[in-house]
């Protein structure tokens, strides 16, 4: 049975995906013109379906992780100005790809959203896997008490594998919609998450023992041979 709190939980959960999914269909469908907007559905499905599942794992396995990542505030003023640019940045790549196929301007295949539907999938996988191995996983940049380090797994290949699945995951999510030119500017976003890695890691290099030497141990941030 699901306690009073896990059931205020479970409220706070589903409002804020409810609110999501509102917010991207929006975003999505009214510059398209249209609900037969087939790159749109796809990208609602593969977006909100395993978010929803993930969602309800958490809830009964880890309610606490779940707790902290809805609840979670930047605090750092240089984080909440990458956080906004982000966000201004996905409000224009939806709304650009809905007028992109409104307009017909340049529209990918079928195919290739199809395939950029399963790179955004296993970015989904990753980003679970890395759930399962850091108990500490937060959405902001701080240090939690009694926080270790982790360098097993994913952690042993890059410093942060969970930046690597939201690479895969918003590099993917133009395509899906079929468009080249969200594409392009979603570019900025590994941009964005260099500068909020410098900031994360001097963090964690003054506050988090052992940092410093997992540093040493392991060479790559986000992809092995590449960054």
Not at 47 to 76: C, H, I, T, W, Y
Not at 79 to 104: C, D, E, P, W
């Amino acid at each position: 049975m699901v306690s009073f709190m896990d059931k205020k939980l479970l409220r706070q959960a589903l409002f804020k995906f409810f609110g999501g999914l509102v917010g991207v269909a929006l975003l999505v469908f009214l510059p398209a013109g249209t609900l037969r907007f087939w790159y749109g559905w796809l990208l609602m499905l593969v977006l909100f379906v395993p978010m929803l599942a993930a969602g309800f794992l958490m809830l009964f396995k880890s309610p606490e992780l779940l707790r902290r990542r809805l609840n979670a505030r930047e605090r750092e003023g240089e984080q909440k100005t990458v956080i906004l640019l982000s966000g201004l940045m996905f409000v224009g790549a939806f709304v650009l790809a809905g007028l992109n196929y409104r307009f017909s301007w340049l529209l990918l295949p079928k195919w290739a959203s199809l395939l950029a539907a399963a790179v955004f999938l296993l970015g989904y996988a990753l980003f679970g896997e890395v759930l399962r191995e850091n108990v500490w996983l937060s959405r902001t940049v701080e240090v939690q008490e009694g926080q270790k380090v982790v360098d097993k797994g994913l952690y042993g290949i890059v410093r942060h594998p969970m930046y690597a699945a939201t690479v895969l995951m918003f590099l993917a999510m133009p395509l899906i919609l079929g468009s080249p030119l969200s594409f392009l500017l979603l570019l900025i976003y590994p941009l964005l998450l260099r500068k909020r890695i410098r900031n994360e890691e001097e963090l964690l290099e003054s506050e988090l023992e052992g940092y410093t030497e997992y540093k040493k141990r392991v060479r790559w941030k986000v992809l092995p041979y590449i960054w």
